[in-house]
């Protein structure tokens, strides 16, 4: 008997239009457990080096996890792995919302999918029963349209769909993919991948409950975090102020991403805070399945021309910079405005801001002139301008071609020098958090598989003090001693090498960073014990650190294999310099040095050959990856 897991992963070839079912051994489960980790495997043993991402060899695979699906809360996530059309590497994408737990109940642990349709289809799965079909109706309509017609067509409200929008139709190199509505597998252009293989959605429903080991157990901690949800100030930040909260302490320190990271300086910055947010914007708050926390914000604008629908969902840290200060607008409700076009085209908002606001300063330097932009003046602050370019990237108009091949094509084809003015790790576009601020998220960036991301690991301030949540409630994982933001010595690196491996695991089994410490106030105690009284093993700690080393060093091999090397683990010069203007001014540069022998060290403790930094055949071994020796041999 299988607790947590149904036992079945679906495998789907578009181009013959075959599936099939695979029903591995709980080893397998036990190995692999499900997201990042199980997909991983499919993409090392099925898929050839060096496919083409947007060809039909490309895998592209959903993966849940052994404890998706449970009702506890935050833990309603699912990851879509293949190989990402922007970096070239291992691609990767993690989702909250319902979509995952209902795949689970539908009866499957995973979905890989193979080849491609001659034309669109949508995947139909209704409590273990496939039914490709016809997706020519659909093409061309944003994700709003699709659900309804969707749900409309398969008479049934509670289906759950995950699907692309024109982005991900078109092929931009940075499109998501999207759950009712709001809830993304946002990076690395996933979306593009589903759109080569020409399938809009899956649809699924499922009836079947998932059977948990220790159902009593598992409502009796959920009843537990969720009495403290309100009152512990974490969570209950995450509800009232959200993710927006984080942009005050930002702009108020001078590191507030701006003008395409020419500054941190942005002296418009109350008029983004989560206070002006929740005052001018906000509609409400939703949540995902089965999670008491509720911090998705929801925003609604009735305005003539200015229509936000609140369908979409509302912008969150990320996309308030990225949409906002960074291409120099301070005005909420464009920003509101752009990230729901963004949403129901389905396009990552950091990348769209990303490349907008590199086009920008390319245009404020002279390579680009109106000629280029069709007419459009593309200056730091023309809200306009934001909204008309990401209509041009979704539909690969003009210079929104350009764009839509990510901000490191798109700056080869420039030339005249432009590459200086972006900023990417393995071609991903970093995301809106400074490393000169926060050295070991700047670790991450450099080493993450799937570039820049900041979902990574935990952030440097939980660990700052003796009183952070990190030091006072991680002691579990031998993290005793409190670590400066911008210390980058051995404390760093080897703290940041634990909650790497440790943000891991939440990834591969969906628990959302937001439920559990450092972030929240599930304890990590009260996670282990919901894992085991989902799936009846009596696991630890160690096994589930050893499983998330375990998929690091699979994404690390995939990459190798790739052509990825050390020269790859690297961060945007800019920060080895310092801060211009505000309250940074003349300092914060990291020291380059510094950086590149914690680098070193990383590799070192990671157990990878500290030159290359390639995993070394008795890590493999011990990770119980002999089968990937070959891989690094060569
Ligand atoms: S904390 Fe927020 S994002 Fe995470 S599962 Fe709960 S509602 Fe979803």
Request: aromatic share 10%; net charge neutral.
């Given at each position: 008997?299988?607790?947590?897991?149904?036992?079945?992963?679906?495998?789907?070839?578009?181009s013959?239009?075959?599936h099939?079912?695979?029903?591995?051994?709980e080893?397998?489960y036990?190995?692999?457990?499900?997201?990042?980790?199980?997909a991983l495997?499919?993409?090392?043993?099925?898929?050839?080096?060096?496919?083409?991402?947007?060809?039909?060899?490309?895998?592209l695979?959903?993966?849940?996890?052994?404890i998706?699906?449970?009702?506890?809360?935050?833990?309603?996530?699912?990851?879509?792995?293949?190989?990402?059309?922007?970096t070239?590497?291992q691609?990767?994408?993690?989702?909250?919302?319902?979509?995952g737990?209902e795949?689970?109940?539908?009866?499957?642990d995973?979905?890989?999918i193979?080849?491609s349709?001659?034309t669109?289809?949508?995947?139909?799965?209704?409590?273990?029963?496939?039914e490709?079909?016809d997706?020519?109706?659909?093409?061309?309509?944003?994700?709003?349209?699709?659900?309804?017609?969707?749900?409309?067509?398969?008479t049934?409200d509670?289906?759950?769909?995950?699907q692309?929008g024109?982005?991900?139709?078109?092929?931009?190199?940075?499109?998501?993919?999207?759950?009712?509505?709001?809830?993304?597998?946002g990076?690395?252009?996933?979306?593009?991948?589903?759109?080569?293989?020409?399938?809009?959605a899956?649809?699924?429903?499922?009836?079947?409950?998932?059977?948990?080991?220790n159902?009593?157990?598992?409502?009796?901690?959920?009843k537990?975090?969720?009495?403290?949800?309100?009152?512990n100030?974490?969570?209950?930040?995450?509800?009232?102020?959200?993710?927006?909260?984080?942009?005050?302490?930002?702009?108020?320190?001078?590191?507030?991403?701006?003008?395409?990271?020419t500054?941190?300086?942005f002296?418009?910055g109350e008029?983004?805070?989560?206070?002006?947010?929740?005052?001018?914007?906000?509609?409400g708050?939703?949540?995902?399945?089965?999670?008491?926390?509720?911090?998705?914000?929801?925003?609604?604008?009735?305005?003539?021309?200015?229509?936000?629908?609140?369908?979409?969902?509302?912008p969150e840290?990320?996309?308030?910079?990225?949409?906002?200060?960074?291409?120099?607008?301070?005005?909420?409700?464009y920003i509101?405005?752009?990230?729901?076009?963004?949403n129901?085209?389905?396009?990552?908002?950091?990348?769209a801001?990303?490349?907008?606001?590199?086009?920008?300063?390319?245009y404020?330097?002279?390579l680009?002139?109106?000629?280029?932009?069709?007419?459009?003046?593309l200056?730091?602050g023309?809200?306009?301008?934001v909204?008309k370019?990401?209509?041009k990237?979704?539909h690969?108009?003009?210079l929104?071609d350009?764009?839509?091949?990510?901000?490191?094509?798109?700056?080869?084809k420039?030339?005249?020098?432009s590459?200086?003015?972006i900023?990417?790790?393995?071609?991903?576009?970093?995301?809106?958090?400074?490393?000169?601020?926060?050295?070991?998220?700047?670790?991450q960036?450099?080493l993450?598989?799937?570039?820049?991301?900041?979902?990574?690991?935990?952030?440097?301030?939980?660990?700052?003090d003796k009183?952070s949540?990190g030091?006072?409630?991680?002691?579990?994982?031998?993290?005793?001693?409190?670590?400066?933001?911008?210390?980058?010595?051995?404390?760093?690196v080897?703290?940041?090498k634990?909650?790497?491996?440790?943000?891991?695991?939440?990834?591969?089994?969906?628990?959302?960073?937001?439920?559990?410490?450092?972030?929240?106030?599930?304890?990590?105690?009260e996670?282990?014990?919901?894992?085991?009284?989902?799936?009846?093993?009596?696991?630890?700690?160690?096994?589930?650190?050893?499983?998330?080393?375990?998929?690091i060093?699979?994404?690390r091999?995939?990459?190798?294999?790739?052509?990825?090397?050390?020269?790859?683990?690297?961060?945007?010069?800019?920060?080895?310099?310092?801060?211009?203007?505000?309250?940074?001014?003349?300092?914060?540069?990291?020291?380059?040095?510094?950086?590149?022998?914690?680098?070193?060290?990383?590799?070192?403790?990671?157990?990878?050959?500290?030159?290359?930094?390639?995993?070394?055949?008795?890590?493999?071994?011990?990770?119980g990856?002999?089968?990937?020796?070959d891989?690094?041999?060569?």
């Amino acid at each position: 008997m299988s607790y947590g897991y149904t036992g079945n992963i679906l495998h789907l070839d578009l181009s013959s239009k075959k599936h099939w079912i695979e029903n591995p051994a709980e080893n397998f489960y036990r190995t692999y457990w499900g997201g990042r980790a199980l997909a991983l495997y499919y993409m090392l043993n099925q898929m050839k080096p060096h496919t083409d991402p947007l060809s039909p060899d490309n895998l592209l695979i959903f993966a849940p996890s052994v404890i998706t699906g449970v009702s506890a809360p935050a833990i309603p996530r699912y990851t879509v792995c293949a190989k990402s059309p922007l970096t070239g590497g291992q691609g990767e994408a993690e989702a909250g919302g319902w979509w995952g737990p209902e795949l689970k109940k539908a009866g499957f642990d995973a979905i890989i999918i193979r080849g491609s349709s001659s034309t669109p289809v949508y995947l139909y799965i209704k409590d273990g029963k496939i039914e490709i079909k016809d997706a020519t109706h659909l093409w061309g309509k944003d994700t709003g349209e699709t659900q309804r017609i969707i749900k409309e067509e398969l008479t049934d409200d509670k289906i759950r769909i995950a699907q692309i929008g024109p982005a991900g139709e078109n092929l931009v190199r940075f499109a998501n993919i999207v759950n009712e509505l709001k809830h993304f597998n946002g990076r690395n252009g996933l979306g593009a991948v589903m759109g080569s293989k020409k399938l809009k959605a899956i649809a699924v429903r499922g009836t079947k409950p998932i059977e948990l080991y220790n159902k009593e157990r598992v409502s009796q901690i959920t009843k537990e975090i969720t009495k403290r949800v309100m009152d512990n100030p974490l969570s209950r930040d995450l509800r009232e102020i959200g993710t927006p909260g984080v942009v005050r302490p930002s702009y108020e320190a001078g590191c507030l991403p701006s003008y395409n990271w020419t500054t941190g300086y942005f002296k418009e910055g109350e008029n983004l805070t989560a206070e002006t947010y929740n005052k001018t914007i906000l509609k409400g708050t939703k949540g995902c399945y089965a999670c008491p926390i509720r911090c998705k914000r929801v925003v609604e604008i009735n305005e003539p021309g200015l229509k936000v629908d609140p369908a979409y969902g509302g912008p969150e840290y990320e996309s308030i910079v990225s949409l906002g200060s960074l291409c120099g607008i301070s005005d909420l409700k464009y920003i509101a405005k752009a990230n729901e076009l963004c949403n129901k085209y389905t396009m990552d908002t950091i990348s769209a801001g990303m490349v907008i606001a590199f086009a920008m300063q390319c245009y404020q330097e002279g390579l680009l002139s109106k000629k280029d932009t069709g007419g459009i003046e593309l200056t730091f602050g023309n809200k306009e301008a934001v909204l008309k370019m990401i209509e041009k990237i979704v539909h690969r108009e003009g210079l929104g071609d350009l764009l839509s091949q990510g901000s490191y094509l798109a700056s080869q084809k420039i030339g005249q020098g432009s590459e200086k003015f972006i900023y990417q790790v393995k071609g991903q576009e970093i995301p809106m958090h400074d490393p000169r601020l926060k050295t070991g998220v700047g670790l991450q960036y450099a080493l993450s598989d799937y570039g820049a991301d900041h979902m990574k690991a935990a952030h440097d301030p939980f660990f700052k003090d003796k009183d952070s949540v990190g030091i006072k409630e991680m002691k579990g994982l031998g993290i005793l001693e409190p670590v400066s933001p911008t210390d980058m010595g051995q404390k760093k690196v080897t703290l940041f090498k634990l909650l790497d491996i440790y943000w891991t695991v939440f990834d591969i089994l969906g628990v959302c960073d937001f439920g559990y410490v450092p972030r929240s106030v599930g304890t990590m105690e009260e996670l282990l014990e919901i894992i085991r009284s989902t799936t009846g093993w009596r696991t630890t700690w160690f096994e589930l650190m050893k499983l998330g080393e375990r998929s690091i060093n699979m994404a690390r091999t995939y990459n190798y294999r790739e052509g990825f090397t050390s020269q790859d683990d690297t961060l945007p010069e800019i920060f080895y310099h310092n801060f211009k203007s505000g309250p940074l001014d003349g300092q914060g540069a990291i020291d380059k040095k510094d950086f590149e022998k914690a680098l070193r060290l990383r590799y070192e403790l990671m157990g990878w050959n500290a030159d290359t930094g390639i995993p070394t055949t008795a890590k493999l071994i011990e990770l119980g990856l002999d089968w990937l020796i070959d891989e690094v041999s060569r």
